[in-house]
């Protein structure tokens, strides 16, 4: 009974108050109805169009996101998982297609749009990704390769083997390692 009793007042103490005094309370990147905890929507091999407010080396993009969560004026992260490097956003206007990049925004934020930049292949010489690829076809060139992932909107990346005239595809990537007589590339605007 008595436990009831202080529920009740609690509600009736914290109905009187003024309307901005209940959201005061909360930590300035705390999302509304999430208890004090702020969510972010995640965006893969997306890099939010803007220059960082603050640039950190972070091993995860989970270490990534709890810097956000833990700066003020946070409101979206891009994560470089290939060189490990955090870049924490103030806005997020667009999103920008980048392979080596996860983002995170605010989900109380208006989410960004996809740009509308032209897309082009960034080059990696001698490099490749650990992963096989969803899908393996035949080409005579790098930039042969580099066409059919172009071609397919599912691509973000792809390794071509030299020797065997094999292209990889790739909708996503982790971070790329060195390897002799592969050339690779991904997507980026």
Same mark, same amino acid.
């Not at 969510?39 to 997306?46: D, L, M």
């Not at 989970?62 to 833990?70: D, N, P, S, V």
């Not at 997020?92 to 392979?99: F, G, V």
């Given at each position: 009974?008595?436990?009831?009793? !202080? $529920? ?11 309307? @901005? !005094? ?5 930590? +300035? ?9 702020? &969510? ?7 890099? $939010? ?23 003020? @004026?946070?409101?979206?992260?891009? &994560?470089?998982?290939?060189? &490990? ?28 749009? +996809? ?14 990704? +650990? ?16 066409? $059919? ?32 007589? $592969? ?7």
């Amino acid at each position: 009974m008595c436990a009831v009793l !202080a $529920i009740l007042l609690v509600l009736f103490v914290a109905s009187d108050r003024p309307a @901005g !005094a209940q959201a005061a309370a909360q930590p +300035p990147n705390a999302a509304a109805g999430s208890g004090g905890r702020t &969510h972010f929507k995640i965006y893969p091999n997306s890099d $939010i169009d803007l220059t960082p407010f603050e640039t950190l080396t972070t091993a995860s993009t989970a270490k990534c996101e709890l810097a956000c969560r833990q700066t003020d @004026g946070c409101v979206a992260y891009s &994560h470089d998982v290939w060189n &490990h490097i955090c870049y924490l956003k103030d806005s997020a206007p667009a999103r920008l297609l980048n392979a080596r990049t996860v983002s995170g925004v605010m989900d109380t934020l208006s989410q960004p749009p +996809p740009s509308e930049n032209d897309v082009y292949l960034e080059y990696f010489n001698e490099k490749t990704f +650990p992963a096989f690829g969803y899908r393996a076809s035949m080409a005579r060139t790098r930039d042969e390769c580099g066409e $059919i992932c172009l071609a397919d909107k599912d691509c973000n990346a792809f390794s071509f083997v030299v020797r065997e005239k094999e292209c990889r595809v790739y909708d996503a990537t982790s971070e790329y390692v060195k390897k002799s007589g $592969i050339m690779s590339g991904a997507k980026r605007q």
